[in-house]
């Protein structure tokens, strides 16, 4: 395995940020420093990186949190905004998360231990079905839902792989739900955007099989059964 993959699946950092490490010569394999990114390593090999010694966790494990609104999907913010990893307690490993909601969503948010399989869970190619309760201030046109799931474009970007349905509607609000396969950026924003839909409430109930069921916010569990060979 190479080295920065091996880093990454130890779930210290993205393997692009492994790559910049190794340039800045904070990694070491057998106590030398390593020189290039594709040097290949072994689970028998000492790797060291930023002075601490790091294993690799062959157990892909996964789990699920309850993301509350206006918390932040980063591990920095120049802001100093609270982040969705200021909620994980100290006892757990060092997580990668899998994708992002913006900072007014909520809702299901995943974890794993490895970079790799947060990587394939986030690939447009993977077609991981993503499901989106949405709450809009307003009644919907029955028009306008259907031109959704016929594919539409905005700003020259297109929106192809949406379904979306009216769950129910109580004066003055009306429930959606949204069911997309690509996961672009603010995507069901951008669309509610574009047909003058004011959200009171955008909240992600599923991201492939995994559902949020009986969480609380900020509230983060394992999840023990899921298929790790995506």
């Given at each position: 395995?190479?080295?920065?993959k091996y880093i990454a699946n130890a779930g210290v950092c993205s393997r692009r940020e492994a790559e910049k490490l190794i340039?800045?010569?904070?990694?070491?394999?057998?106590?030398?420093?390593?020189?290039?990114?594709?040097?290949?390593?072994?689970?028998?090999?000492?790797?060291?990186?930023?002075?601490?010694?790091?294993?690799?966790?062959?157990?892909?494990?996964?789990?699920?949190?309850?993301?509350?609104?206006?918390?932040?999907?980063?591990?920095?913010?120049?802001?100093?905004?609270?982040?969705?990893?200021?909620?994980?307690?100290?006892?757990?490993?060092?997580?990668?998360?899998?994708?992002?909601?913006?900072?007014?969503?909520?809702?299901?948010?995943?974890?794993?231990?490895?970079?790799?399989?947060?990587?394939?869970?986030?690939?447009?190619?993977?077609?991981?079905?993503?499901?989106?309760?949405?709450?809009?201030?307003?009644?919907?046109?029955?028009?306008?839902?259907?031109?959704?799931?016929?594919?539409?474009?905005?700003?020259?970007?297109?929106?192809?792989?949406?379904?979306?349905?009216?769950?129910?509607?109580?004066?003055?609000?009306?429930?959606?739900?949204?069911?997309?396969?690509?996961?672009?950026?603010?995507?069901?924003?951008?669309?509610c955007e574009y047909f003058l839909w004011n959200i009171v409430n955008l909240v992600r109930i599923q991201y492939g099989s995994?559902?949020?069921?009986?969480?609380?916010?900020?509230?983060?569990?394992?999840?023990?059964?899921?298929?790790?060979?995506?």
């Amino acid at each position: 395995m190479r080295i920065a993959k091996y880093i990454a699946n130890a779930g210290v950092c993205s393997r692009r940020e492994a790559e910049k490490l190794i340039a800045k010569r904070k990694v070491f394999i057998n106590e030398v420093c390593c020189e290039h990114p594709s040097t290949k390593v072994t689970t028998n090999d000492k790797i060291i990186v930023n002075k601490k010694i790091i294993k690799l966790d062959t157990q892909v494990r996964l789990w699920k949190m309850y993301k509350p609104a206006k918390i932040i999907c980063t591990n920095n913010d120049p802001e100093n905004r609270k982040t969705i990893f200021n909620l994980i307690p100290k006892n757990l490993p060092r997580l990668i998360s899998i994708g992002r909601l913006d900072f007014m969503s909520e809702g299901l948010l995943l974890f794993t231990n490895n970079g790799d399989f947060a990587r394939r869970y986030e690939l447009p190619s993977s077609n991981i079905l993503r499901v989106y309760r949405v709450c809009i201030n307003g009644t919907i046109s029955l028009t306008d839902i259907k031109n959704i799931n016929k594919g539409i474009k905005i700003n020259n970007i297109e929106y192809l792989n949406v379904r979306v349905r009216i769950e129910k509607f109580k004066t003055p609000y009306t429930w959606l739900i949204f069911k997309m396969t690509e996961g672009k950026n603010r995507e069901i924003r951008n669309i509610c955007e574009y047909f003058l839909w004011n959200i009171v409430n955008l909240v992600r109930i599923q991201y492939g099989s995994i559902k949020l069921i009986k969480q609380k916010p900020g509230e983060i569990i394992e999840v023990k059964n899921f298929n790790s060979n995506l």
